[in-house]
């Protein structure tokens, strides 16, 4: 089974995998946000942070490679009337913008590092200048809990790999931490977190 069809199978659920409340760390940035700024929300799933996104006044395009979950997504927008704009979208292959977006959300979205390079250099590329990034991922002590994140270590994130990617940011706040989870089904429960703010 393809990476692809994995996702579309544990989408064609009836329930929300991740349920329809937004990350918690994407929701206390709040503050940083302004309304009718443009935002991009990466690998968006069945849209919990691009419609919350969209609820604070954003102009919000989510991505996900699961058309079965943007579906879901557009269903959730409907329900809290708002606009979410979708596209079917493999972050790898897709044709990423240029200086597009006041604000893009990276959230849990873990690649091998064969990929990982571009994908940080076509986020980097996509935001304007002063362009927000909020970014929360899994350390490789998530290992250890096994309550969500990828089954492997080289798909997590350090400091030292967010740092080597967006060091050149005009400001940067990482900040690792072990904080409980309670999101759906399928992150629950004490992990090993580490989040980016970041200002180009």
Known sequence: MSERERWETRFRAPDYLFGKAPNAFLKRQAPRL?????ALSVAD?????????????????????????LAKARALAQE?????????ADINTWRWPKAAY???AAIFIHLVPVEREAFFANVKGALKPGGLLLMESYRPEQLNYRT????????TYTREILHAAFGDFAELEIREHDSMLDEGTAHVGTSALIDLVGRK
């Open 34 to 38: 302004r309304a009718g700024a443009t």
């Open 102 to 104: 006041d604000a893009i």
């Open 45 to 69: 799933g069945e849209g919990r942070n691009g419609v919350w996104l969209a609820e604070q006044g954003l102009d919000v395009l989510a991505i996900d490679y699961s058309a079965t979950a």
């Open 80 to 88: 809290r009337g708002v606009h979410l704009s979708t596209e079917v």
């Open 148 to 155: 969500g994140g990828p089954p492997d270590a080289e798909r």
